[in-house]
C-alpha cells in the first residue's frame, strides 16, 4: 500500500503547525527565523505532494522559486540578527524592544 | 517562441529600472560617491522609466510571459504611481541622511530594486508571479527599514518586520500551495477561477482554507486588522524617507494584487471572502482612526491612519467583487492611490523638515506649534495635506473617498459607507488637531532649516498638485477610468487563446 | 512497505521539527531542522520529484542551513533557554493560534481529492523542470534574480562597517 495524498498534506499540516507554534512562542529571533523556514518547508510538501498527485510540474518549479525566495530571505533576515546583536549584544526579542512587540 | 518584442514592452519599466540601480550603483563605486550626483541620476532615471512606461504600454489589455503578469491600463496607472512614490522619496532623501558615511548609491538601488518588486506585484496575474512580487518588496523593505545603523530604533523596526513579514509569507505561501492544490494544479487567476467555476456549489473545504491563508498574509502586507500592529512600530523606527516609501508604495502594489486576485481568480467565491472582508475593513478603518487621535508623535500618527486608509480601500475591494462594479471600484481605488500617496508623502516631507530642528530622532506633534508664524509656506502646504488626508473638499483626498465610497455603495455596502463616513469625521479630528497647533499655538521650538532645495519642491509639488486634483479631477478620473476597466474581465488565458 | 517507510520518515520529521522549537541551544535547533530537512528530501524521492529533493539537499540543508550554523556560532549566545520563560500570556496566545491552525488545516485537508492519476516517470526530473522553467516560468525565474541581487545589496548595505565613522556609533541611544 502507498501513501495517499491526504496522508502528505496532514504530515505538512502537521509541520506547518509546529512552524507557527516556534514563531509565536520562543523568544530567541534565531529560533523564530528557523520556525519560519519550518513553515516554508511545510508549504514546499504541500506543493510537491499536490503536483505528484494531480500531476502538474508546476508545483515543484513553485518550490524551485520558494527556495530562491528563502535563501534571500535568510541572508537578509540573518544580516538584520547580526546587526541588532552587534547593538544589544542578544537576539532575545523581548530584550531588545524599545518599542512595543 | 517564449516571448516576443510585446512581452518585453511588458516589462520595459522594471528593465529601465533594474538598469538604472546597476547604474547608480557603478556611479557611486566607480565615478562619485556625491549624494546630489546620485541623486540626480536616480531622479532623471526614474523620468526617463516613466517616459518608457507610458510610451511601451499596450492600448489593449493584454496578458504578458504566458500569463504570468498583465499589461492593461491598471497596472499603467499603477506603475506609474508607483514611479512617483520612488521619485518623490528620492527627492525628500537627501534631506534627511546628511551621515557621510552613508551609502546613497547603495540606498537608491535598494529603493528602485524595492519598487521593481512592487510593480510585479501590482501586475502579477499568476500565484508565481505574485509570491516573487511580495518578496522582493519585503526584502528589500527589511534592509530600507533598518538602514540607520546608528539607531537602535531602526534595527529594532527592522527585526519586528523581517519576523513579523517572514511569518505573514508562511502563510500567504501555505495558502498557495492549497490553492493550488485544490484547483487541480491552477497558479493562472484565471485559470483559478474557471477551475472554481466547475464545483458549482460544492467548494471544497481545502480551496477555503487556502483562501482564507492568503488573505492573512495579503492583509498583513496591507497592515489591515488584526494584522496591522507591527506598522506603527516598524514606521517610528524607520527612517522617514523610508517610511514614507512604506506608506504608499507596498500598499498600493498589495492593494492593487488584492483586488485583482479576488476579481480575477476568486469571483465565483464572494460569498465567502465577501463578509470576511467587510468585518475586517470596518474594525481597520475604526481601530485605525482611534488609536490615532492618542498618538503623540507624528509618524506614529501617521501610521494609524494609514491603517485607516487601508479600511477604505478594502471598500473598493468589495465592491470590485461584484463584476458589473469592478471597472467603478478599481478606477476609484485607482485615483484613491494617486491622491493617497500624494498627500502622504507630502506630510512626511514636512515631518522631516520640522524634525530638523530637534535632531533627537523624536518626531513629536507639539514641535508643529507656531509653526504658521515662521514658516508660513511650509504651513499650509501641511495643512493642505492635513486636510486632503481627511478628506475636506476641494482637496484630492475628498474625491479619492467619494469615488470608492460611491463604488462602494452602487455594490450595495451602504452601511459600510456610512461607518467609512464617521470616520473621516473621526479622522478629521487628528488631522485638523496638527493645522490648529500650527496656527493658534504660540511658538515653542525653532523651525528647521533645509538643506536642500529639492524638498522644497516636492512639498510645493505636492500641494499644489492635490489641489488641482482637488479642483479639477477629471483628466486623472479619465486616467483611472480606463485603468479600471481594464481589471473588469480578465484576458482570455494562454489555454483559451491556443484552442481558438 | 512504501506505507512504512513514509511513516518512519514522517514521524522521524515531525519529532526532529518539535525538537527544532523547544530546543535550548540554537546549535540543536539548527541540526534538527537539517534533519527534518533531509527527511523532507526523502519525501520528495518518494513523491516522484527528485530534481526537487537533490535542491533540498544541496540549497536548503547545505547551503541556507550552513548560513544559519555560521550566524548561531558566529554570536556564541550565551544564555541558552528552555522554552523561554516569560510571557507567559503571548505564549498561550501563540498555542491558542496554533492549535487554531492545526484544526483548519486539518479539517481542511481531510478527505482532500485524490486523483490518483498515473505517474508519470520523466516528470520530476531536471530535463522537465527546466523546459518549463525556461518556458511558462520565464519571467518569474528572472524576477528571482532580481530578488537575489536585492538580498546581496542589502546584507552589504547592512552589515558593512564604515572605517572612518565607528566613533559615532550610538549617537541616539
Redesign the interface.
Known amino acids: 500500500m502507498k501513501p495517499t495524498l491526504e496522508m502528505y ?1 496532514i504530515l505538512s499540516a502537521v509541520l ?1 503547525t509546529i ?2 507554534t516556534g ?1 509565536l512562542t520562543r523568544r530567541n ?1 534565531l529560533i ?2 528557523m520556525s ?1 523556514e519550518l ?2 518547508n ?3 510538501l ?2 510537491v ?3 505528484r498527485f ?3 510540474i ?2 515543484q ?2 518550490v524551485f ?2 527556495m530562491a ?1 528563502a535563501a ?2 535568510v541572508a ?2 540573518l ?3 547580526v ?2 546583536f552587534r ?2 549584544e542578544s537576539v532575545d ?1 523581548d530584550k ?6 | 517562441m ?2 516576443n518584442l510585446s512581452d518585453l514592452f511588458a ?1 520595459a519599466p ?1 528593465i529601465c529600472l ?1 538598469v538604472l540601480a546597476a547604474v547608480v ?1 557603478k556611479t557611486e563605486l566607480f565615478f562619485t560617491r556625491k549624494p546630489t550626483a546620485l541623486q540626480g541620476i536616480t531622479m532623471a532615471g526614474l523620468l526617463v522609466t516613466m517616459g518608457v512606461t507610458v510610451m511601451t504600454a499596450s492600448e489593449f489589455p493584454t496578458g ?3 500569463g ?2 498583465a499589461a492593461d491600463g491598471f497596472t499603467l496607472f499603477l506603475k506609474v504611481v508607483l514611479l512617483g512614490v520612488a521619485l518623490l522619496t528620492t527627492l525628500m532623501s537627501r534631506e534627511y541622511f546628511d ?3 552613508f ?1 546613497h548609491g ?2 537608491y ?2 529603493l528602485l ?2 519598487t ?2 512592487m510593480m ?1 506585484l501590482a501586475a502579477a496575474t ?4 505574485l ?3 511580495v ?2 518588496m519585503s ?2 523593505l ?2 530600507l527599514a ?2 540607520r ?5 531602526s ?6 518586520y ?2 513579523l513579514g ?2 505573514a ?3 500567504l ?2 495558502g ?3 490553492l ?3 484547483t ?2 491552477k ?1 493562472n487567476f484565471a485559470e483559478i477561477a474557471a477551475a472554481i467555476s466547475r464545483f458549482g456549489d460544492e467548494t ?3 480551496l ?3 483562501v ?1 491563508l492568503i488573505l492573512i498574509g495579503l492583509l498583513f502586507k496591507v497592515a489591515a486588522f488584526p494584522f496591522h500592529f507591527w506598522s506603527p ?1 516598524v514606521y ?2 524607520s527612517p522617514t524617507p523610508v517610511t514614507a516609501f512604506m506608506s504608499a508604495g507596498p500598499k498600493a502594489a498589495a492593494i492593487a494584487a488584492t483586488i485583482r486576485l479576488m476579481g480575477w481568480a476568486l469571483p465565483d467565491l464572494a460569498a465567502v471572502w465577501g463578509p470576511l472582508l467587510w468585518v475586517v475593513a470596518a474594525l481597520t478603518m475604526t481601530v485605525g482612526n482611534i488609536i490615532a487621535i492618542s498618538q503623540k508623535d507624528i509618524k506614529r500618527m501617521l501610521a494609524y491612519s494609514s491603517i485607516s486608509h487601508a479600511g477604505y480601500l478594502l471598500l473598493a475591494v468589495l465592491a470590485a467583487g461584484d463584476q458589473s462594479i469592478r471597472d467603478l471600484a478599481a478606477s476609484g481605488m485607482l485615483f484613491y492611490l494617486a491622491a493617497y500617496y500624494l498627500m502622504n508623502l507630502g506630510a512626511f516631507a514636512v515631518a522631516i523638515l520640522v524634525n530638523r530642528a530637534r535632531d ?2 523624536d518626531y513629536h506633534l507639539d514641535d508643529y506649534q507656531g509653526m504658521a508664524a515662521q514658516k508660513p509656506m511650509y504651513a499650509l502646504a501641511m495643512t493642505v495635506f492635513m486636510i486632503s488626508l481627511a478628506g475636506i473638499p476641494p482637496t484630492a483626498g475628498f474625491f479619492g473617498k467619494l469615488f470608492v465610497f460611491s463604488a462602494a455603495i452602487k455594490a450595495g455596502y451602504v452601511w459600510l459607507v456610512a461607518i467609512a463616513v464617521l470616520n473621516s469625521v473621526v479622522s478629521a479630528f487628528y488631522y485638523l488637531r496638527i493645522v490648529v497647533l500650527m496656527y493658534m499655538k504660540p511658538q515653542t521650538s525653532p523651525a528647521g532649516s533645509m538643506r536642500s532645495p529639492a524638498t522644497a519642491v516636492l512639498i510645493g509639488f505636492c500641494a499644489v498638485a492635490i489641489v488641482v486634483l482637488g479642483l479639477i479631477p477629471g483628466g486623472i478620473r479619465n486616467l483611472a477610468n480606463s485603468g479600471g476597466s481594464s481589471v473588469a474581465i480578465p484576458p482570455p488565458t494562454v489555454a483559451e487563446v491556443s484552442t481558438k | 512497505m512504501e506505507l512504512t517507510l513514509f511513516a518512519l520518515v514522517a514521524l522521524a520529521a515531525v519529532a526532529s521539527a518539535l525538537m527544532v522549537v523547544i530546543g535550548k541551544n540554537p546549535v540543536y535547533s539548527v541540526l534538527f531542522l537539517v534533519t527534518t530537512f533531509f527527511c523532507l528530501a526523502i519525501l520528495y524521492v518518494m513523491l516522484g520529484a527528485p530534481f526537487v529533493a537533490a535542491l533540498q539537499v544541496i540549497v536548503y540543508a547545505g547551503a541556507i542551513m550552513v548560513l544559519f550554523l555560521f550566524v548561531v556560532m558566529l554570536l556564541n549566545l550565551r544564555h541558552p533557554q528552555k522554552w523561554d520563560a516569560g510571557g507567559s500570556t503571548r505564549r498561550w496566545i501563540g498555542f491558542a493560534t496554533a492549535a487554531g491552525v492545526l484544526l ?2 486539518l ?7 485524490d ?1 490518483n492519476a498515473p505517474l508519470q516517470p520523466e516528470m520530476g526530473n531536471a530535463e522537465s523542470i527546466g523546459m518549463a522553467l ?7 525565474f528572472e ?2 534574480s ?2 537575489l ?3 546581496i ?6 552589515l ?1 562597517r ?1 572605517n ?2 565607528v566613533a ?6
Not at chain 3, 479539517?107 to 481529492?113: C, D, E, M, N, R
Not at chain 3, 545589496?153 to 547592512?158: A, Q
Open positions: 498534506l506547518f512552524g507557527v514563531v529571533a523564530i527565523f519560519v513553515m516554508l511545510a508549504a514546499n504541500t506543493l505532494a499536490y503536483s494531480l500531476p502538474d508546476s508545483g518549479i513553485f522559486f520558494v525566495v534571500a530571505e537578509v533576515g544580516a538584520i540578527i546587526a541588532i547593538q544589544k526579542i531588545v524592544n524599545l518599542m512595543k512587540w | 517564449f516571448f516589462i522594471e533594474l550603483l504578458a510571459f504566458n504570468m503578469i551621515d557621510a558615511a551609502r547603495e540606498y538601488a535598494l530594486l524595492t521593481i518588486g510585479t499568476d500565484l508565481v508571479t509570491f516573487l512580487g518578496e522582493t526584502v528589500g527589511y534592509v533598518g538602514l545603523h546608528d539607531r537602535p530604533r534595527s529594532e523596526a527592522s527585526l519586528k523581517l519576523l517572514a511569518f509569507s508562511g502563510f505561501l501555505y498557495m500551495a492549497l493550488y492544490g485544490s487541480g494544479g497558479t471544497p473545504k481545502v477555503l482554507a487556502g482564507g512600530d517610528q523606527g533627537n530622532g | 483548519v488545516s479539517a481542511a485537508v481531510k478527505g482532500a481529492f486523483p525556461f518556458t511558462r516560468f520565464l519571467l518569474p524576477i528571482g532580481i530578488l541581487l536585492a538580498a545589496i542589502g546584507v552589504v548595505t547592512l558593512k564604515d572612518s565613522k559615532t556609533k550610538g549617537g541616539e541611544a
